[in-house]
């Protein structure tokens, strides 16, 4: 049996976090992305185990505002990216509907979707 690469595990993995929060089973999206983090940091796969945190946070993100509140962190201002929280400057940010990006989140972005192709 082939012994599954790092982008094979986050390939497996990241319909199912999509799916949960889609869902709304924060638990299931919660659990699934911290884990997907253990296993790829473990496997020294940086990129995919960034993305899994940013997985894991949008899971606690929907889960805290279907509580009511999200006091735990903070809507992002128009001066810092969404992801992961780096003020401008030094971060260049472009604004999207709801959200802010740094490059390095785009590129990290870009290198997870461009993985594998």
């Known amino acids: 049996m082939k012994e599954l690469q790092p982008n094979d595990v986050f390939q497996l993995l990241s319909p199912g976090w999509d799916r949960a929060i889609a869902e709304k089973r924060f638990h299931d999206a919660i659990e699934s992305a911290a884990i997907g983090y253990l296993v790829l940091n473990e496997r020294q796969d940086e990129v995919s185990s960034r993305a899994s945190l940013i997985y894991l946070r949008q899971a606690v993100d929907d889960r805290l505002k279907q509580l009511g509140g999200d006091a735990a962190a903070p809507q992002p201002t128009?001066?810092?990216c969404s992801f992961c929280r780096k003020?401008?400057?030094p971060a260049k940010l472009i604004a999207g509907a709801d959200a802010y990006i740094c490059g390095s989140?785009?590129?990290?972005a870009d290198d997870v979707l461009n993985k594998g192709k």
Do not use: G, H, K
């Not at 989140?105 to 990290?108: F, I, N, P, Y």
């Open 105 to 108: 989140c785009a590129t990290l």
């Open 87 to 89: 003020e401008q400057p």
């Open 78 to 80: 128009q001066s810092e």
